[in-house]
């Protein structure tokens, strides 16, 4: 997966959105104001970091060299990802697996509201 389609995949979920707090190199991509997904799309290699449930998130890094605790981040919480040490699905379902428990998170008014698209 290269930089052009982690963005376009993280954008394609309802109501996300992408920033920039932190300067330009570095894409936040949100859902309602939470983090989902953040990356620096033009860096080598490419990485991002993701949220997981805890117990999951344990066991991504001990089944896979290209994930590894959040850095910067709870790495409780969450992981980074080295995109090009794994497959293009796996990578795809962890960002589909963190903006699910960010939606989950969000008060029941919002979440209903996305359901409707």
Not at 64 to 80: D, L, S
Request: hydrophobic share 45%; net charge neutral.
């Amino acid at each position: 997966m290269k930089a052009k389609e982690l963005k376009a995949f993280c954008l394609e979920f309802n109501a996300a959105v992408e920033e920039f707090p932190f300067g330009p190199e570095v894409s936040v991509f949100k859902v309602h104001g939470k983090l989902f997904a953040l990356t620096a799309l033009d860096a080598e290699p490419l990485k991002v970091n993701l949220k997981c449930e805890p117990d999951i998130a344990v066991q991504l890094r001990a089944d896979h060299a290209g994930i590894a605790p959040g850095y910067h981040m709870n790495k409780r919480h969450w992981n980074t990802v080295t995109v090009g040490e794994l497959p293009d699905r796996l990578v795809r379902e962890l960002i589909e697996d963190s903006y699910d428990l960010v939606v989950a998170g969000l008060p029941k008014a919002v979440r209903l509201r996305l359901d409707r698209g």
